[in-house]
């Protein structure tokens, strides 16, 4: 197994093509979110999944705010809608965001998880259920737990787990969380997530 140096962190390139990001975040997300996607090429190889925590009361505007400051297209994932690479799908409020096995995305409103929907979890252990080790999650500023056990799904069906140091994070509940399971390849600040995922996918394309 290759290493890459990479802003002073020696980066494991896996042997296996990426073709999925889950990312996941709550209190502080849209920041942390922005800060990451904005620093993503147009030809990002992998597709990206996003669980942002949102007030289920009211349309979310995030997929219009970050769309307007990244290269990658950025949409409110639909039912059904089918995975690309260089596209980001955000959750919205109010439906878990789950990763089927042929790509597509389904869209549910079951019961809430650790008081959420979307669920962080639910994304994880739906991408590695569908995706294995072509997975990567990562976890950004949040409160609570949301998201611990899905890395260890992740890790288990042979995924990658990125997580915010939760020095560098607005909310460290989640990233803490998320480190606290032993399950996290890298624990990164948040400006070395972007060059992270650009080295690991590119080099796996």
Not at 74 to 82: N, S
Not at 93 to 102: A, F, K, Q, S
Not at 152 to 175: H, R
Not at 176 to 201: K, R
């Amino acid at each position: 197994m290759a290493a890459r140096r990479l802003s002073g962190v020696f980066l494991k390139v896996m042997p296996s093509g990426y073709e999925v990001v889950a990312l996941a975040a709550s209190a502080g997300g849209l920041n942390a979110l922005t800060h990451v996607l904005a620093m993503l090429p147009a030809d990002f190889p992998a597709a990206l999944v996003v669980v942002q925590h949102l007030d289920p009361r009211h349309r979310s505007l995030m997929a219009e705010i970050l769309s307007k400051r990244t290269a990658i297209p950025v949409k409110e994932a639909q039912e059904g809608d089918r995975l690309r690479p260089g596209l980001a799908y955000i959750a919205p409020p109010n439906r878990h965001l789950l990763v089927n096995p042929d790509g597509r995305i389904s869209l549910t409103q079951t019961e809430l998880v650790h008081f959420v929907r979307p669920s962080a979890d639910l994304l994880f252990e739906s991408t590695a259920a569908s995706f294995k080790e072509r997975a990567i999650a990562v976890v950004l500023s949040g409160s609570g737990s949301d998201g611990a056990m899905g890395v260890k799904a992740i890790k288990k069906m042979g995924g990658t787990v990125i997580v915010q140091d939760a020095k560098n994070a607005e909310f460290a509940g989640m990233p803490e969380a998320a480190q606290a399971t032993g399950m996290a390849d890298f624990v990164l600040a948040l400006g070395e997530i972007a060059p992270a995922l650009q080295t690991l996918c590119s080099a796996s394309a």
